[in-house]
């Protein structure tokens, strides 16, 4: 069965640190695809970044970066230099490629960051 | 940009009452979907619908939920006899076509039983 894990439920940083959020899935399929989504305060979903698991070049925008690695079944999240404007929750999510495309999400992590 | 759009942006009902909750996908998408996120939890499907019929559905989506596309802009969201632990953010999604799209969020509807 199809899972996300995102074991850190909180992080707090000081404005300016670099920080890394953790996600770990588990999937059957060998065609997947690999997302993260970020919740404001506002509680809106805000896409960030989709992946295909034939794909595990890593990927940068501006202060964002992402690295996967099927072989640890890792798809890392870091942020550069955060800024306050990055706190907010994280969701990492998984979608199949058999299925119909729906989202299977971790648990988020909150981030906050502190001036 | 085009965006999908939810309304109302907030719902307080009594238990036992019927809501719909509406949503706007993105205008050429073909996917649509209904997730719900009980507050400080992650967030859950519950449906998805393609060509005027359901595709999938969770364990969540029972009896008392239903999905429909009245029109060919709206996708709506009943719950038929609402409890206390329906109350939610609801958030609509709509994707493009192929599964390689993403899903793009709406703002949500919180739903408050009381």
């Known amino acids: 069965a199809q899972k996300v894990t995102q074991a850190q439920t909180e992080i707090s940083v000081v404005e300016k640190e670099d920080v890394t959020l953790d996600c770990v899935y588990e999937?059957?399929?060998?065609?997947?695809?690999l997302f993260w989504y970020k919740q404001p305060p506002s509680g809106e979903l805000v896409f960030l970044i989709r992946r295909n698991s034939f794909d595990e070049q890593n990927e940068i925008s501006g202060r964002y970066s992402w690295n996967f690695q099927k072989s640890t079944s890792s798809f890392n999240f870091t942020i550069t230099a955060s800024q306050v404007v990055d706190s907010a929750v994280y969701f990492c999510?998984?979608?199949?490629?058999?299925?119909?495309?729906?989202?299977?999400f971790g648990q988020g992590t909150e981030l906050s960051v502190k001036p | 940009e085009p965006e999908v759009t939810q309304t109302p942006s907030h719902q307080v009902t009594q238990m036992g009452q019927e809501v719909i909750l509406r949503c706007v996908p993105i205008s050429n998408h073909l996917y649509f979907y209904w997730y719900r996120q009980i507050l400080g939890q992650k967030v859950e499907f519950l449906v998805s619908f393609y060509n005027n019929e359901i595709s999938e559905k969770s364990e969540i989506f029972d009896d008392q939920f239903s999905v429909e596309r009245p029109d060919g802009s709206n996708f709506t969201l009943k719950i038929r006899s609402t409890k206390l632990e329906d109350s939610a953010m609801y958030f609509c999604?709509?994707?493009?076509?192929?599964?390689?799209?993403?899903?793009?969020f709406g703002p949500g509807t919180r739903l408050t039983v009381l």
């Open positions: 999937t059957r399929d060998t065609t997947y695809y």
């Open positions: 999510a998984l979608s199949e490629g058999n299925q119909g495309g729906k989202l299977i």
């Open positions: 999604a709509s994707r493009l076509g192929d599964r390689t799209d993403t899903q793009y």
